[in-house]
C-alpha cells in the first residue's frame, strides 16, 4: 500500500506576484524634530519631518510637514516635496556660475568647482546637491544653522542659475554666427480677371401671318358715262 501523503496543489489561491516599482526620486529624510502645543489639559506632541526628493537629472524639491508619528509626516512632506519640484541648470556636472541666496537668518554661498573637486559642502547643502545630479560644487553657510532655513535657502539658490546658453555674451555670439537671410521678394499675384462678357439674349420671334392687302381700283368718269 503506498502511503502517498502528497496534497494536491491548492489552484489559484496563491498570493500573486508582487513586482516591486522602481522609485523615480530618491527620498531623503534630513531633519525629523518633535513639536509640542500647548492645550488645557498639557500639552501634545507631534513630529515634524523635513524631506528632500530629486531623480539625480536636475530636479530637485523640499518638504516640510507634521504628522501624529514619524511615518505619517514623511509621508506627508514626500507629497509636498513632489508639488514643489524645481528644474535646475547644471553645466557639465557641476554650476554655470556663482549663486546665494538668503532665507531667515540662513545664508547660504554655492560656487561651481573643477572637474573631481567632488561635493564640498556640508549638512543640508550636500544632501539637496547629490540629489539633485550636482556632482562638483563648492559650498559656504554664512548665516544661521537653522535646517529649515537653510533647506530653502538652498532651493532659492539654485533657482536663481541661468543657464550658459542664456548668459548675455553668449546670446550675442549665436546671433552673430547665424547667416541673415536673404530678404524674399514679394511674390507677385496674378489675378486673373473675369471678362464680364454677357451674350445677347436672342428672343424667340413669332412668325407672323402676312397681311393682305386688297387695293381699291377707283373708278374713272369716262367708265361712268359709258355704264351710263
Not at 544661521?144 to 555674451?169: G, Q
Not at 541673415?180 to 473675369?194: G, I, M, R, S
Amino acid at each position: 500500500m503506498d502511503n502517498n501523503n502528497t496534497k494536491p496543489a491548492r489552484g489559484g489561491r496563491g498570493r500573486p506576484d508582487m513586482k516591486t516599482e522602481e522609485k523615480q526620486f530618491d527620498e531623503r529624510v534630513i531633519h525629523i524634530d518633535r513639536v509640542a502645543r500647548v492645550v488645557k489639559g498639557g500639552r501634545r506632541f507631534r513630529f515634524r519631518a523635513l524631506v528632500v526628493i530629486g531623480d539625480h537629472k536636475q530636479q530637485v524639491g523640499v518638504g516640510s510637514a507634521k504628522g501624529a508619528d514619524v511615518t505619517t509626516a514623511v509621508t506627508k512632506a514626500t507629497e509636498v516635496a513632489k508639488k514643489h519640484l524645481t528644474k535646475i541648470a547644471v553645466y557639465k556636472g557641476t554650476l554655470p556660475h556663482d549663486t546665494e541666496a538668503k532665507i531667515g537668518g540662513s545664508h547660504i554661498l554655492i560656487m561651481p568647482a573643477s572637474p573631481g573637486t567632488g561635493l564640498i559642502a556640508g549638512g543640508v547643502v550636500r544632501i539637496i546637491l547629490e540629489v539633485a545630479g550636482v556632482h562638483d560644487a563648492l559650498s559656504k553657510s554664512l548665516g544661521s544653522s537653522n535646517k529649515t532655513n537653510s533647506a530653502y535657502a538652498t532651493i532659492e539658490a539654485l533657482k536663481s542659475l541661468v543657464p550658459a546658453n542664456k548668459w548675455p555674451r553668449n546670446m550675442a555670439k549665436a546671433e552673430a554666427t547665424v547667416k541673415p537671410e536673404a530678404p524674399k521678394t514679394p511674390k507677385t499675384e496674378v489675378v486673373a480677371e473675369k471678362e464680364n462678357t454677357k451674350q445677347p439674349v436672342k428672343k424667340a420671334v413669332k412668325a407672323s401671318k402676312p397681311k393682305v392687302v386688297v387695293a381699291l381700283k377707283k373708278k374713272t368718269p369716262a367708265k361712268k358715262a359709258a355704264k351710263k
